[in-house]
């Protein structure tokens, strides 16, 4: 079974910069859209941002400006930069594959801790 692995979580200052990345485990069919979500503690998961094959990024509000997705399609990886971090960007934060076109299918990574903290 074909899963996504993350990497680049951490722990970071308020104001640092870290690097998350993921890739899929074996080979998969090309998906439409590639993104990253979060789950911070006590709250439901959320998106950060999403990137399409085509280019077309879309970005949570409180994260513009200062994440930026980008993605290898010929590899099938996704990247998030993500600077200039917060105390409240701390959450677990998972990658997400999906492919709408047939035969349709959707991963999830197992997510990787990002903590922003003095």
């Known amino acids: 079974q074909v899963q996504l692995v993350e990497s680049g979580g951490g722990l970071v200052q308020p104001g640092g910069s870290l690097r998350l990345s993921c890739a899929p485990s074996?080979?998969?069919?090309?998906?439409?859209?590639m993104g990253w979500f979060r789950r911070a503690p006590g709250m439901e998961r959320e998106l950060v941002a999403t990137i399409t094959t085509t280019g077309i990024e879309n970005y949570a509000e409180s994260v513009k400006g200062r994440f930026t997705i980008t993605s290898d399609t010929a590899k099938n990886t996704v990247s998030l930069q993500m600077n200039s971090l917060r105390p409240e960007d701390t959450a677990v934060y998972y990658c997400k594959f999906r492919r709408w076109v047939v035969p349709a299918t959707e991963y999830w990574g197992q997510g990787t801790q990002v903590t922003v903290s003095s």
């Open positions: 074996g080979s998969i069919l090309r998906p439409n859209m």
